[in-house]
């Protein structure tokens, strides 16, 4: 049996330094000494340029360089992604690929030769077809989803099977086990042992198990995880894989037609015609105006793109497209009037930033959405 993971690492564009320096001596230091000190260890990093940009800012430009050496020695493949963390089946053709084209170019500045991504994460596991015929042109051959979005179900997928997507064969997809990452994402996971018991409950008898999660629960969330996974690491020996390899040990393949989907979505979800529900809940209005100020702002640099192509607003506008103020906004569970009220923000950045740009009616009906979301975190706080 091999172990293929991914790991996942990414703050917001606007995280506190003391924050990012708590998280780096919680988790990022520890799974790169774990793999520097097993050498037979290997995984898939996905790190976004959002990242990979204050760690650099910050002092850590030396951590980057010990991914580099890691990535060298094969125990670490890098992935393509979105730079700023978007929710790419929620923006245009247009973003998603300035997103993408902006976390390899970022990327490729801190990680030289090595940064060679043969896959692609999209932040989230946010899925749309359409954004598989994107990912493709960029020249990546596969991509992470859900294993929610093979068939709308769990324990569907046949991971000694190669997953082609049926309108670009070229593009391979390969599914997380969910059940088996969130062991790795609350405080369930004890040992190293309650894993391989899971693995005997759950009748899992593949060749192949196939996980990925947030590099944050390695010591950042969960506190005794990073000695967990050394652990398990260790019981696999040389019995790990990169998710390239993984793909290149396949030869049964099907055609496949993934669903629209994310890593959080559930069955009930996508009955609801809802695969977005943290990100997009048509009930939740605070998730209804945000997104109705980033179409608006949207829609303006469309009309002004010669003259706000290289701007301060258009550097802020990348930032502010990051998922994670629609997320803390979902309240299933998660909740933070601090965290939206700084994608908030951002955008009021960009207001400021235009030189003038942005119609005034624009502005006018932004500032009024923007007092209904404070409005609704007033209403939610006091309940």
Do not use: C
Not at 258 to 263: G, I, Q
């Amino acid at each position: 049996m091999f172990w293929v993971n991914l790991l996942h690492l990414y703050q917001p564009p606007y995280q506190e330094k003391r924050i990012l320096d708590k998280i780096f001596k919680e988790s990022y230091e520890k799974i790169l000494k774990i793999l520097e000190l097993n050498p037979l260890a290997k995984i898939t990093l996905n790190i976004n340029a959002s990242l990979t940009e204050q760690l650099a800012r910050h002092g850590y430009k030396n951590f980057l360089k010990r991914i580099k050496d890691l990535v060298a020695k094969g125990q670490i493949e890098l992935t393509g992604s979105a730079a700023y963390h978007a929710l790419l089946p929620l923006i245009p053709k247009t973003e998603i690929i300035r997103q993408i084209k902006l976390n390899e170019k970022i990327n490729q500045k801190y990680f030289g030769p090595t940064w060679q991504p043969q896959g692609f994460f999209p932040p989230e596991m946010a899925y749309h077809k359409k954004i598989a015929k994107i990912i493709k042109t960029q020249g990546y051959q596969w991509l992470v989803l859900d294993e929610i979005a093979y068939q709308g179900n769990f324990n569907q997928v046949d991971y000694e099977k190669k997953y082609l997507i049926n309108f670009s064969q070229k593009l391979k997809v390969i599914f997380r086990d969910r059940h088996l990452s969130q062991l790795f994402f609350g405080p369930t996971l004890d040992s190293a042992d309650k894993f391989f018991k899971s693995i005997k409950k759950n009748h899992i008898k593949a060749q192949f198990l196939v996980t990925a999660f947030d590099g944050e629960n390695l010591g950042h969330h969960q506190k005794d995880l990073p000695e967990i996974w050394e652990n398990i690491l260790k019981r696999f020996k040389n019995k790990t894989l990169t998710y390239s390899e993984y793909l290149a040990k396949l030869s049964q393949k099907q055609k496949i037609s993934p669903l629209a989907s994310t890593w959080a979505t559930e069955r009930e979800d996508l009955k609801n015609k809802n695969p977005y529900p943290l990100w997009s809940q048509p009930k939740n209005k605070i998730h209804q105006y945000q997104w109705q100020i980033t179409q608006l702002i949207l829609k303006e640099f469309k009309r002004e793109k010669t003259n706000l192509k290289e701007s301060e607003a258009r550097n802020l506008l990348d930032q502010a497209l990051a998922s994670d103020q629609y997320w803390w906004a979902s309240q299933r569970p998660w909740w933070s009037p601090g965290l939206i009220k700084r994608g908030l923000n951002l955008f009021s950045q960009i207001l400021e930033s235009d030189q003038g740009r942005i119609k005034l009616k624009t502005k006018e009906k932004i500032k009024q959405l923007r007092q209904k979301i404070l409005k609704e975190i007033k209403l939610n706080e006091k309940k």
